[in-house]
Every structure is written in C-alpha cells, then in structure tokens.
C-alpha cells in the first residue's frame, strides 16, 4: 500500500491547493499527492526551477518580497489549503565567511515568505488550511546548521501563532516536521546522512510521499478539529 491510498481521489475536487517549493523533491511530492485528490494546483517556485509552458506555475524568488506580493496578486478565488513547502538548507559553521549571508537567506525563504504569503492570503483561505513544512531541527541542533534550525523553529513557533489567530476565520494551521527524507537535499552530505539513518529507529529515510500524505491529511476536512498540531513523519528520531 502507497501512503496515499487511503485518501479519495476526490477529497479535493476542483478545489485550489497552493504549494511553494513545488519543483523540489518534496514539494513534487505534495502537489502529486494534491492532484491525486483532485486538486486543482498552483505552483510556485523559483523562476528557473519553473516547467515552460505550463499552465498552474508561478516563477518566484521567494526572498524577493515585492516578487512574492506579485505572484500573491496572480491567485485568485478560494483556496482550500496552502502547503508553504519552500525551503533551503546549506551546512555551514557559524565562523564562515559566509555565513550571515546564510542567516539572512535561510531566514527570509524559510520563516518570513511562509509569513508573508499566508498573510496575503489570508482573505482567500476562510473556512480552509495552512500547512507548514518545518523540521525535526525545529526541535534539536542541526551540525553546522544554525541558520537552518532557527528559520525552523521560527516557523514551528509561526504556526502556534497562526493558529490561534486565524481560528475564528475558521482557517487551520498546522505543520508537518520531516525528518531525513529521500531527496538530493536530504543525500547532501552522505557521511552526515548514513549517521542520521543509523539514529533513527525505522533505519531508513522518509520517503517525500510520505510527507505528502501527512500535508494532504492535515489539510482535509479528515482533520477538521485539529490546529496548532505538528505531525513528525521522522521514524522516531525525536524519540530516541
């Protein structure tokens, strides 16, 4: 059994599902899991990252906020769930010479577009979902990752806050914490990675579908009374 065939295939039909970060590995993943259901997709990702000529795509660098208030203004009508999936990750120590450069990226496409575009589509999303992909290094340290681990757990915290705020537009805010998942991302550095694998009580990586489900499910009308919630897909590493 896949981790999708639990859900319909109609469980989003005809309604509009928007994902950042969906060229990446994990965000390819979601928006097929969406489509799955019957979800009618908008895509954003980096300009270059972007399929030509194809419709329900949006080039955007997500550190550009004037670019980010443009793609908002291109969505239009109800959106039932925003996956907010974007991400970088690049290992760093905190004495590199390049490492505020790394602070002010991680920090400006991880924690403040998630903030920047939920805010802008606040009035779009009534009655439906915003989905956060944090991290299990929202809660533990990340080795030469200090940037990535605090734009993390800024998101983690954004998502608490949401959630008590936008509740009575009866918008749900949640988020979904991978932990090593099977993407070029996740394979970066291989020595790291085998460590991380061997740490983990299930022995292997996620695989992104599995993160898909998760974000499908918190999104649906399956988990209608729950907000503030975090699910871990980790294989138990933040249990151990």
């Known amino acids: 059994m896949t981790p999708l065939q639990g859900f319909s295939n109609d469980l989003f039909l005809n309604d509009q599902v928007v994902i950042t970060g969906a060229a990446g590995g994990i965000g390819r993943a979601i928006a097929a899991a969406f489509a799955e259901c019957g979800a009618r997709l908008v895509q954003i990702d980096r300009p270059e990252a ?15 906020r004037p ?10 009508g109800p959106i039932a769930a925003l996956i907010n999936c974007a991400g ?44 956060n992909v944090t991290s299990v290094r929202a809660e533990t340290a990340a080795e030469r990752a200090s ?20 509740a009575p537009l009866l918008i749900r805010t949640n988020s979904v914490a991978p932990g090593d998942v099977d993407t ?37 009308p399956l988990a209608s009374h729950i907000t503030g919630s975090t699910v871990r897909v980790d294989g138990g590493f933040l249990a151990v």
Not at 51 to 60: A, F, H, V
Not at 67 to 76: D, G, N, T, V
């Open 147 to 166: 940037a990535y681990t605090v734009s993390k757990a800024g998101l983690a915290a954004l998502t608490l806050s949401l959630a008590d705020e936008l």
């Open 67 to 76: 670019a980010l208030m443009r793609a908002a203004e291109q969505i239009k």
């Open 184 to 220: 070029a991302m996740g394979h970066g550095d291989p020595s790291v990675a085998a460590k991380l694998v061997a740490r983990t009580p299930l022995r292997r990586m996620a695989k992104p579908q599995e993160v898909a489900a998760a974000c499908v499910f918190l999104a649906s």
């Open 88 to 131: 970088v990750f690049r290992r760093m120590a905190l004495t590199d010479t390049e490492a505020e450069n790394e602070w002010d990226r991680a920090l400006s496409i991880n924690l403040t577009a998630p903030y920047l575009l939920t805010r802008a589509l606040v009035p779009n999303l009534t009655g439906g979902a915003v989905v």
């Open 50 to 64: 972007v399929p030509p000529n194809q419709s329900g795509w949006i080039g955007c660098d997500l550190a550009d």
